[in-house]
Nanobody
Framework: QLQLVESGGGLVQPGGSLRLSCAAS????????LGWFRQAPGKEREWVSC????????YNADSVKGRFTISRDNAKDTVYLQMNSLKPEDTGVYYC???????????????????WGQGTQVTVSS
């Protein structure tokens, strides 16, 4: 069965960078729309960025535009989230998700993931 595993989280100072990875096992991600979501303590989960199966279409939340970059390597069945200029408000548990072909808008805004990872903690604090 398809499983997603996030990695790369940690503690960083404001202005720092982290690169998150989400690797699939059990099946290829070639035909899946992928996305990153996050949840701060006591808050609802929110969408961050989603990417189409080919990598040609990307949808970013306004809060991360210009700072975060989503990418994927279908040969490795992995999706990445490069996070730069991190702010304290970026703190939270970051989840990756996969859904068999859908629009990036539907996946991000409606959180339509078929498979979800367990999450990786990102803490931005001085």
């Amino acid at each position: 069965q398809l499983q997603l595993v996030e990695s790369g989280g940690g503690l960083v100072q404001p202005g720092g960078s982290l690169r998150l990875s989400c690797a699939a096992s059990g099946f290829t991600l070639d035909y899946y729309t992928l996305g990153w979501f996050r949840q701060a303590p006591g808050k609802e989960r929110e969408w961050v960025s989603c990417i189409s199966s080919s990598g040609g279409t990307i949808y970013n939340a306004d809060s991360v535009k210009g700072r975060f970059t989503i990418s994927r390597d279908n040969a490795k069945d992995t999706v990445y989230l490069q996070m730069n200029s991190l702010k304290p408000e970026d703190t939270g548990v970051y989840y990756c998700a996969a859904r068999r072909i859908t629009t990036v808008q539907a996946m991000c805004i409606l959180s339509r993931g078929d498979y979800w990872g367990q999450g990786t903690q990102v803490t931005v604090s001085s």
